[in-house]
């Protein structure tokens, strides 16, 4: 980012998310997993209310570098609960490995079209 602008670079590399790459790194130190909810920053966490007891279980696992929050076909901070309470209470390797296959298809095939694949629509 520029002064608060995507760059072109910058937007090649969020649109194929080779900027993810980097957490490679973290994974390997054991501080994250490739497939789980996705870390998220204190002023996120205040910016989405999810600092209540509730939402406890959802720090109970490690994060991951893709989740299924992420290939969801919405963004909203409802819906991202759903999908990483989804994962957290059917965590199982076969949902790691879609998950993680669906993910690497996305630099190739774009994202919106892996979303297309997962809920079913042409």
């Not at 980012?1 to 080779?18: H, S, W």
């Not at 980097?22 to 996705?38: A, E, H, I, T, Y």
Request: aromatic letters at 12%; hydrophobic letters at 40%.
């Amino acid at each position: 980012m520029l002064d608060d602008e995507v760059t072109l670079i910058g937007g090649v590399l969020r649109k194929t998310g080779i900027d993810e790459l980097l957490q490679l790194f973290n994974v390997l130190k054991g501080d994250m997993s490739l497939v789980g909810p996705r870390p998220l920053i204190e002023s996120d966490i205040v910016r989405l209310k999810w600092s209540a007891d509730y939402y406890q279980k959802r720090w109970s696992v490690r994060p991951g570098i893709t989740g299924l929050a992420q290939l969801s076909f919405h963004c909203h901070r409802k819906l991202t609960w759903y999908y990483d309470k989804y994962y957290i209470e059917h965590a199982s390797l076969c949902i790691d490995f879609r998950i993680f296959l669906l993910s690497l298809a996305v630099p190739f095939v774009g994202k919106s079209r892996v979303k297309r694949w997962i809920h079913g629509k042409s």
